[in-house]
């Protein structure tokens, strides 16, 4: 697969909103279904949102359901994570991946073990 290179992250305060930004090379892009990631320190790697290769369908983590977008701009060859209403608790590295696996459950995405290439992650940081 090809790379994958996070942005967007930053410092920002509760009940802000930032938006990451996921480049991936055009390849990758048209025939892998994306997965974004989070890891807080001292946590293990948790999923948070996902969308499809082939339609666009987009599975959430209960935790952000309602409060981030996960969405795909084509002409960039990106996939973005629209984040709002944020709060300390999504304090985190975010990584996003690339996945070629095929699930009609979209919930399979949500282990890492599914994901086989990985960006270099960008740090969120909310305060209260």
């Known amino acids: 697969q090809g790379q994958l290179v996070e942005s967007g992250g930053g410092l920002v305060q509760a009940g802000g909103s930032l938006t990451l930004s996921c480049a991936v090379s055009?390849?990758?892009?048209?025939?892998?279904?994306i997965g974004w990631f989070r890891q807080a320190p001292g946590k293990d790697r948790e999923f948070v949102a996902v969308?499809?290769?082939?339609?666009?369908?987009?599975y959430y983590d209960d935790s952000v359901k309602g409060r981030f977008a996960i969405s795909k701009d084509t002409a960039k060859n990106a996939v973005t994570l629209q984040m709002t209403k944020l709060n300390p608790g999504d304090t985190a590295i975010y990584s996003c991946?690339?996945?070629?696996?095929?699930?009609?459950?979209?919930?399979?995405?949500?282990?890492?073990?599914?994901?086989?290439?990985w960006g270099q992650g960008t740090q969120v940081t909310v305060s209260a």
């Open positions: 991946a690339a996945s070629g696996s095929v699930f009609d459950d979209l919930s399979y995405y949500t282990s890492p073990s599914e994901y086989t290439a």
């Open positions: 055009g390849r990758t892009f048209a025939r892998y279904t």
């Open positions: 969308i499809t290769s082939i339609g666009s369908r987009t």
